[in-house]
């Protein structure tokens, strides 16, 4: 069984064919990053734009490097929701047309179940596990159940992490620096943070009076903008160029991001084992998403997995950002139980925002 996917629910344009064990016979990516960096962030319709640009040369060269035929596919999965409207339709309505021309079935993906069950194509892990999302759009905790049923114990109030290292780095204009220009937010804020003391700035973990296992990133982007214009003032220098301190502000937001996924990870790890929603025997925790490419961050979460006994998962890099190949997988893991496959003729609406399973964050006390 061959699963076609596809992916464009921000700003990479991704499509994959995977056999049923997860083998990647061809998979193409074309990453919008280079654009949105020089504007600053994502404009959706410049996104749009360059998805309908690429989104055919990536899927036909994906096919061509599997060496498989539309023909021969079992099912096409593509990402509908959660995501950037005009970005998740440009996908959407290829696939649908795809679907129609070669009368397969059509899979719709939640983009976030994808990046939770990716660690399963390259680990066998059995369900149930604990998952940490940390990506540009989510922070969610989640127990994964099954393919399609997931317990979410937490999310964020605000924005999400990724998003809150996006836009310290771009407050910090860290693209103008020598080292970062190609480089996302969140990678630009690590590499400075090597050379960075974090004790400079002793930043405030969020949510240290709450009892729950939800995230909020507002209120410490709030102290790092603070200290940077103080600094900036300070130094009677220009916005954005402050140079003698940004690798000590990059280590202790770094710190503080890690420090409040870390302790939320813990508390959600007590409340499983309390509740038994975790496996006795070898429970594990899966970390993913593009944030969890971060040395720093999975140490930080290595350290809570080794206190309570589970072993951590954390997918390769290339496989925690987005791309084609996490959405056909999740394909691969719905055709296998028969969960969500559409004929070719239906129509499918895409929604922008989608909760992943069944919401019990006023539950985890
Ligand atoms: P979502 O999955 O929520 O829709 P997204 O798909 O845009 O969002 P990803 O591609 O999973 O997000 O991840 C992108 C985010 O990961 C960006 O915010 C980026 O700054 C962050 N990121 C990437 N590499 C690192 C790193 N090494 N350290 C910290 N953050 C990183
Ligand atoms: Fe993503």
């Given at each position: 069984?061959l699963?076609?996917?596809i992916?464009t629910s921000?700003?990479?344009?991704g499509?994959a064919v995977?056999?049923?064990k997860?083998a990647?016979l061809?998979?193409?990516?074309h990453?919008?990053k280079?654009?949105h960096?020089?504007t600053?962030?994502i404009?959706?319709?410049?996104a749009?734009c360059?998805h309908?640009?690429?989104?055919?040369?990536?899927?036909q060269?994906?096919l061509q490097?599997?060496g498989?035929e539309?023909?021969?596919?079992?099912a096409v999965?593509?990402?509908v929701?959660?995501g950037l409207g005009?970005?998740?339709?440009?996908?959407?309505?290829?696939?649908q047309r795809?679907?129609r021309?070669?009368?397969?079935p059509?899979i719709?993906?939640?983009?976030?179940?994808?990046?939770?069950?990716?660690?399963?194509m390259l680990?066998?892990?059995?369900?149930?596990?604990?998952v940490l999302?940390v990506?540009?759009g989510?922070?969610?905790l989640?127990?994964?159940?099954?393919?399609?049923d997931?317990?979410?114990?937490g999310?964020?109030l605000?924005e999400a992490?990724?998003d809150?290292l996006?836009?310290?780095a771009?407050?910090l204009s860290?693209?103008?620096h020598?080292?970062c220009?190609?480089?996302s937010?969140?990678?630009?804020i690590?590499l400075l943070?090597?050379?960075g003391?974090?004790?400079?700035?002793p930043?405030?973990?969020?949510m240290?009076?709450t009892?729950?296992c939800?995230f909020?990133?507002s209120g410490l982007?709030?102290?790092?903008t603070?200290t940077i214009?103080?600094?900036e003032a300070?130094?009677?220098v220009?916005k954005?160029t402050?140079?003698?301190?940004?690798n000590?502000?990059?280590?202790a937001?770094q710190?503080?991001v890690?420090?409040?996924?870390?302790?939320?990870t813990?508390?959600?790890?007590l409340?499983c084992?309390?509740n038994?929603?975790?496996?006795?025997?070898?429970?594990?925790?899966v970390?993913s998403?593009?944030?969890a490419?971060n040395?720093y961050i999975?140490?930080?979460l290595t350290?809570?997995?080794?206190?309570?006994?589970?072993q951590?998962?954390c997918?390769p890099?290339?496989?925690c950002?987005d791309?084609g190949?996490?959405?056909?997988?999740n394909?691969?893991e719905?055709?296998?139980?028969g969960k969500?496959?559409l004929?070719p003729?239906v129509?499918?609406?895409?929604?922008?925002?989608a909760a992943l399973?069944?919401d019990?964050?006023a539950?985890?006390?």
């Amino acid at each position: 069984r061959l699963v076609l996917g596809i992916e464009t629910s921000c700003d990479d344009t991704g499509a994959a064919v995977l056999d049923e064990k997860g083998a990647i016979l061809g998979e193409y990516l074309h990453s919008q990053k280079e654009v949105h960096l020089r504007t600053g962030g994502i404009i959706p319709s410049v996104a749009q734009c360059l998805h309908r640009e690429n989104i055919n040369h990536v899927v036909q060269e994906a096919l061509q490097r599997s060496g498989v035929e539309p023909s021969q596919l079992s099912a096409v999965a593509t990402t509908v929701k959660p995501g950037l409207g005009l970005s998740l339709g440009v996908g959407l309505e290829f696939s649908q047309r795809f679907v129609r021309q070669h009368n397969k079935p059509f899979i719709p993906i939640h983009h976030m179940e994808a990046h939770a069950l990716t660690v399963r194509m390259l680990h066998p892990i059995a369900f149930p596990f604990l998952v940490l999302l940390v990506s540009g759009g989510h922070s969610l905790l989640a127990v994964a159940r099954g393919v399609d049923d997931f317990l979410l114990l937490g999310h964020t109030l605000d924005e999400a992490a990724g998003d809150t290292l996006d836009k310290v780095a771009r407050r910090l204009s860290l693209t103008k620096h020598p080292q970062c220009s190609t480089l996302s937010g969140g990678q630009a804020i690590e590499l400075l943070a090597k050379d960075g003391d974090r004790k400079k700035f002793p930043f405030r973990t969020p949510m240290g009076q709450t009892l729950d296992c939800c995230f909020s990133f507002s209120g410490l982007r709030n102290q790092v903008t603070m200290t940077i214009m103080k600094k900036e003032a300070e130094e009677g220098v220009e916005k954005g160029t402050l140079l003698s301190c940004a690798n000590d502000i990059a280590a202790a937001t770094q710190h503080t991001v890690a420090t409040h996924l870390a302790k939320r990870t813990h508390r959600a790890i007590l409340f499983c084992k309390a509740n038994g929603l975790l496996p006795l025997n070898s429970p594990t925790l899966v970390l993913s998403g593009g944030v969890a490419s971060n040395q720093y961050i999975r140490k930080a979460l290595t350290i809570i997995s080794d206190t309570t006994g589970l072993q951590l998962l954390c997918p390769p890099a290339k496989f925690c950002t987005d791309n084609g190949v996490m959405i056909a997988w999740n394909g691969v893991e719905r055709l296998r139980e028969g969960k969500g496959i559409l004929p070719p003729n239906v129509d499918v609406c895409y929604e922008p925002k989608a909760a992943l399973g069944v919401d019990m964050t006023a539950e985890v006390k």
